[in-house]
């Protein structure tokens, strides 16, 4: 019974232990939630089914339209009244009286319709639908687009949390260091040997480097809140990112990547779709010099007591023809209109284009800049890193001064935080190339 307990006990504290570590959450993980949970994602995808619903409208306009329509009216109107009893199929002799026909008596007529209408030729259908096609592709794209910039964000943000993690290991360095020197300042004044003002100032020193250590701890804390509510995480998870290596490859540059971006890119794709639909407008402004060409039917049910019952019926049924021969030039207007826009649309086109190429081209050169930056800065730390200690063995042996020693630290410091910087920077430009080539959610996500 002991050993039971005992097991219990120890099965008990596992699994605390276990709910107890923090989620480990990847790179590719907190991508794949963004892209799930997102609220800019969502709001995309649900205006994209809004625009599709936009088509299966335009649709709805080759089908037929049937109405159903009962109507209660009473009237002593000579008109009127001669009208109702003619429907309701109640005309007498005697209701060609003079006297009857100028002095009617109310009368009352329920009327029971059921019609239909039908587009035989209608050339502004076609250019609508167009139209709405056109919306639904651009939502689409949309949507693409917000993908794509959500993935980036928290590919951006992801980099922030880990530089903020690696600008929080070089301040718990730079606070271990400065407590080293404080030691030695307080060692040598013990022993005669130092000056009570390096005690001061490497306590001076100690206490500002502490203060950027809480700063680095509230810049981590900070980055991962921001990532968290970017990626749908509740505010109060507790979590770890895994971290990822900084060397992204990217593709060389040449025509076939820049052919694949000018393919790729969502702006382009948008440009071509705003183009497209231009071109449905200026159709439509057309079809206003057309005719229209419609089909109709009907079938009535009149009585004088009740509602859906008959004392007469009749049908009806025809073609109608209507052509606006003049509308006062807003036809006209309209086609010069339209035709403004679709030029509009096809400059906006060049202009994305040039853009497209200028940011690839940039996203490659800074790359590179990156790159380099990243070697000089590795190589300042390790210089830095060799200057504090040769200082330091100085130091102890009173061949310089407190004052080199900290600036050496200070300048140490500064290489290592440069170094995070440059790391991130680094990564940051690799996905930048990605980005520009409009493939980043699926080359990042491979």
Partial sequence: MYRLLLTGAVLLCTVAAVEAEPLKLSLRDAMNMALENNNQIKAA???????????????????????????????????????????????????????????????????????????????????????????????ELQLEAARQGIAFQTFYTYLEVQKAAAQLQAADKAVADARENMRLATVRTSAGVGLRSDELRSRTHFSMVEQQQITAQDNLALAKMKLALLIGLPDDTVYEISGFSENIAVPAINDQALRNALDNRVEIKQSHTDVE?????????????????????????????????????????????????????????????ARAGQAAAREMLESTTKNVRYQLKESYLRRDEAGKRLEVARHAVVDAEETVRLLTKRYENSLSTLVELLDAQTALNQARANLVETEAGYALAGGQVYYMTGTFVKEMLK
């Fill in 45 to 139: 995808r649900f205006t994209s089914h809004a625009a599709r619903q936009g088509v299966t409208s335009a649709n709805s306009r080759y089908l037929p339209a049937v109405a159903f329509e009962e109507t209660l009216a009473a009237s002593n109107s000579p008109v009127n009244t001669f009208m109702m009893k003619l429907d309701e199929g109640r005309f007498t002799q005697n209701d060609f009286a003079i006297s009857n026909l100028n002095n009617p008596s109310a009368q009352h007529d329920f009327k029971t319709v059921l019609s239909i209408q039908q587009p035989l030729f209608a050339p502004s259908l076609s250019p609508l639908k167009d139209m709405a096609v056109k919306d639904a592709q651009k939502s």
């Fill in 277 to 337: 639909k231009s071109d449905a407008a200026l159709r439509l402004a057309w079809s206003g010099y057309l005719p229209t060409v419609g089909a109709f039917a009907a079938y009535q049910l009149n009585a004088k007591d009740a509602p859906l019952t008959s004392d007469h019926d009749a049908w009806s049924a025809g073609v109608s023809l209507k052509w606006q021969l003049f509308d006062g030039f807003r036809t006209n207007s309209e086609r010069k209109q």
